[in-house]
T-cell receptor, first 114, second 111 residues
Framework: DTEVTQTPKHLVMGMTNKKSLKCEQH?????MYWYKQKAKKPPELMFV???????INESVPSRFSPECPNSSLLNLHLHALQPEDSALYLC?????????????FGSGTRLTVV | GQNIDQPTEMTATEGAIVQINCTYQ??????LFWYQQHAGEAPTFLSY????GLEEKGRFSSFLSRSKGYSYLLLKELQMKDSASYLC????????????FGGGTRVLVKP
């Protein structure tokens, strides 16, 4: 298995809703990442998990809450989002954080906040 | 912080060669990556350079000069499906080894 699987592929949520994005990989990678990408812009790092511990939080608002239940899973819990949070949310994984080759990205969750 | 520059857009003809340049500034350089991203899709890994020199992988090659803070991605024998954005990304130890992306170069391949 050489994929990163993200669910759901599309999500529409209201500003008062609570939802979660899920990410899964079975490549034995020990680092996992959340990126946010707006249209025609590069991906921007949100969070880094290394060996199931949060190692980088890029000053992301608390309405985004990451969780890493085990080495294969990464969640992003969403609460009280704003319309400007609408974007493509990408999960990625790598063998290790800081060494080795590139990240493997999932196909993303396209989030629309209404 | 990390600063990465690459051209916004390039146009080339099918069958031709295109070179996408990337200049960067970072502390504790720890690798440079090139990704391809088609519109609405996830980035896919193309190449990785951590030492100076040329890495060749089929129709794609990537070059790195650490002393100049410079890399390029060379796409040969262009095909229509190569129309995409190409993202240069740099990893720096001083930035916690996080991967930071440049703005991307949109390549349009014309018949």
């Amino acid at each position: 298995d050489t994929e990163v699987t993200q669910t759901p592929k599309h999500l529409v949520m209201g500003m008062t809703n609570k939802k979660s994005l899920k990410c899964e990989q079975h490549m034995g990678h020990r680092a996992m990442y959340w990126y946010k990408q707006k249209a025609k812009k590069p991906p921007e790092l949100m969070f880094v998990y290394s060996y199931e511990k949060l190692s980088i939080n890029e000053s992301v608002p608390s309405r985004f809450s990451p969780e890493c239940p085990n080495s294969s899973l990464l969640n992003l819990h969403l609460h009280a989002l704003q319309p400007e949070d609408s974007a493509l949310y990408l999960c990625a994984s790598s063998q290790d954080h800081g060494t080795g080759y590139g990240y493997t990205f999932g196909s993303g969750t396209r989030l629309t906040v209404v | 912080g990390q600063n990465i520059d690459q051209p916004t857009e390039m146009t080339a003809t099918e069958g031709a060669i295109v070179q996408i340049n990337c200049t960067y500034q970072t502390s504790g350089f720890n690798g440079l990556f090139w990704y391809q991203q088609h519109a609405g899709e996830a980035p896919t890994f193309l190449s990785y350079n951590v030492l100076d020199g040329l890495e060749e992988k089929g129709r794609f090659s990537s070059f790195l000069s650490r002393s100049k803070g410079y890399s390029y991605l060379l796409l040969k024998e262009l095909q229509m499906k190569d129309s995409a954005s190409y993202l240069c990304a740099v990893r720096g130890k001083a930035a916690g080894n996080k991967l930071t992306f440049g703005g991307g170069t949109r390549v349009l391949v014309k018949p």
